[in-house]
């Protein structure tokens, strides 16, 4: 699986983006999918996270009722709608799939990366 992020950029406090995670192969729907993100000097963290059907989404404390994981099977996508940004949301973020169940917030769970697209957020 290659996976393609997309959609960051710079926004100011309050604001929202979309980022877009394309994915190529066939077998896009069996892999869970989740967004990372790392800042400067920081570790890579959990953001959220979505079962391979969709039906299951997990979020980062951070996250909670401001960003929105989501996925389209059928175009082989995933996406993180983020609302409510916070000079703190500044980072690169990451998609990552994985063909394991469970442990959606480890790092080292996660069988294969995306390049990163980094979101600035001004205040």
């Known amino acids: 699986v290659q996976l393609q992020a997309s959609g960051g950029g710079l926004v100011q406090a309050g604001g929202s983006l979309r980022l877009s995670c394309a994915a190529s192969g066939r077998t896009f729907s069996s892999y869970g999918m989740g967004w990372f993100r790392q800042a400067p000097g920081k570790e890579r963290e959990f953001v959220a996270g979505?079962?391979?059907?969709?039906?299951?989404?997990y979020y980062a404390d951070s996250a909670k009722g401001r960003f929105t994981i989501s996925r389209d099977n059928a175009k082989t996508t995933v996406y993180l709608q983020m609302n409510s940004l916070k000079p703190e949301d500044t980072a690169v973020y990451y998609c990552a799939a994985k063909l394991r169940p469970g442990l959606v917030r480890i790092v080292d769970e996660y069988d294969y990366w995306g390049q990163g697209t980094l979101v600035t957020v001004s205040s």
């Open positions: 979505i079962s391979w059907s969709g039906g299951l989404t």
